[in-house]
């Protein structure tokens, strides 16, 4: 039989919950920015709300179809290993839009961004099924959801002040660095 799970508040699996809680919110911001700065990105970059669409759609679509091979990914190479390359991989995608300025480099980054973004929930459900116990699971999978209100509510307020202050290509390295840290 395997090893005993320790109780869901032991140090660990409160950083462990903590982690998981940030890359949540980090993978919302990472997401949500490029909407925040639609404004200022179509009047730098001299793009329609058509472009805007197409950017989206494209996230979208690159998201879905990762999501269909992210968890056997996870499976094969663990939760230990997932978490830092899905994190990492794409905050430093998220970090690239900074030098994006033609719609088409865009449009690769914001495929790559959906890609990459795709494993945060697998590689967090594998990650709560093997450090927390049956009993806890539920517990530790709500607190990490109910991280995305928070960052629905602080991120719009964050990154216009940011984008007004340093700019709009500051703001995507400022987030996307956040999630290097």
């Given at each position: 039989?395997?090893?005993?799970?320790?109780?869901?508040?032991?140090?660990?699996?409160?950083?462990?919950?903590?982690?998981?809680?940030?890359?949540?919110?980090?993978?919302?911001?990472?997401?949500?920015?490029?909407?925040?700065?639609?404004?200022?990105?179509?009047?730098?970059?001299?793009?329609?709300?058509?472009?805007?669409?197409?950017?989206?759609?494209?996230?979208q679509f690159a998201s879905a179809i990762a999501l269909l091979g992210?968890?056997?990914?996870?499976?094969?190479?663990?939760?230990?290993?997932?978490?830092?390359?899905?994190?990492?991989?794409?905050?430093?995608?998220?970090?690239?839009?900074?030098?994006?300025?033609?719609?088409?480099?865009?449009?690769?980054?914001?495929?790559?961004?959906g890609s990459t973004e795709a494993f945060?929930?697998?590689?967090?459900?594998?990650?709560?099924?093997?450090?927390?116990?049956?009993?806890?699971?539920?517990?530790?999978?709500?607190?990490?959801?109910?991280?995305?209100?928070?960052?629905?509510?602080?991120?719009?307020?964050?990154?216009?002040?940011?984008?007004?202050?340093?700019?709009?290509?500051?703001?995507?390295?400022?987030?996307?660095?956040?999630?290097?840290?």
């Open positions: 039989a395997g090893r005993l799970k320790p109780p869901m508040w032991t140090s660990r699996n409160k950083l462990i919950l903590i982690m998981l809680i940030a890359s949540n919110m980090l993978n919302y911001s990472d997401r949500q920015i490029i909407a925040l700065l639609k404004p200022m990105l179509q009047r730098h970059l001299h793009w329609t709300d058509a472009d805007y669409g197409q950017l989206t759609a494209l996230f992210s968890g056997w990914v996870v499976d094969r190479i663990g939760w230990r290993r997932a978490n830092p390359m899905s994190v990492g991989a794409w905050s430093l995608v998220a970090m690239a839009q900074a030098f994006a300025r033609t719609l088409g480099q865009f449009s690769i980054a914001r495929v790559v961004l945060g929930m697998p590689t967090t459900i594998k990650t709560v099924a093997a450090v927390f116990r049956n009993e806890d699971r539920s517990l530790a999978l709500g607190f990490m959801n109910a991280a995305s209100a928070p960052a629905a509510l602080v991120t719009p307020i964050i990154i216009s002040w940011l984008a007004l202050r340093i700019g709009w290509a500051n703001s995507f390295l400022l987030t996307g660095g956040l999630g290097l840290v």
